[in-house]
């Protein structure tokens, strides 16, 4: 009896050195987390652009024979139906028609969407904006 204790014993205290060990992988598959609950853009492989947050999140709907496009068609123009490439939105609207929903749209969490890359879609947006403005100048 005391043998078998005696390896159970031995068994958990094993069990708990090695417990706290890790390896690269699985700290590459669990990216550490900040205080705020986003995981930090340094810690992810392949770290998304701005316009990649925008295909991900958008361009289901917002691209090229999505159903956004047809009822931005219908409100605002063929023209700027698209509107990572040409669009009027200012980025308060953006931000108020994402988490709000509006129509059709509906409202987008942030964990569907962070606030992080609303940012950053909303950047990409605007320079569909700036370019629009430019060139009816």
């Known amino acids: 009896m005391k043998t078998h204790s005696s390896l159970l014993g031995a068994a958990a205290v094993l069990g708990l050195l090695t417990g706290g060990c890790s390896s690269d992988r699985e700290e590459a598959a669990n990216p550490p987390v900040s205080p705020q609950g986003d995981v930090p853009r340094s810690a992810l492989p392949n770290a998304?652009?701005?316009?990649?947050?925008?295909?991900?999140?958008?361009?289901?709907?917002?691209?090229?024979?999505?159903?956004?496009?047809?009822?931005?068609?219908?409100?605002?123009?063929?023209?700027?139906?698209?509107?990572?490439?040409?669009?009027?939105?200012?980025?308060?609207?953006?931000?108020?028609?994402?988490?709000?929903?509006?129509?059709?749209?509906?409202?987008?969490?942030?964990?569907?969407?962070?606030?992080?890359?609303?940012?950053?879609?909303?950047?990409?947006?605007g320079k569909a904006r700036t370019s629009t403005a430019g060139s009816r100048q």
Request: glycine residues 8%.
């Open 48 to 125: 998304q652009t701005p316009q990649r947050s925008y295909e991900d999140a958008c361009a289901v709907c917002h691209d090229n024979g999505g159903f956004g496009v047809r009822v931005l068609a219908d409100r605002l123009g063929p023209e700027k139906s698209l509107i990572h490439k040409s669009n009027d939105l200012d980025p308060d609207t953006i931000r108020a028609v994402v988490r709000g929903g509006m129509g059709a749209m509906p409202a987008m969490s942030k964990l569907e969407v962070s606030d992080a890359e609303l940012d950053e879609i909303i950047a990409y947006l």
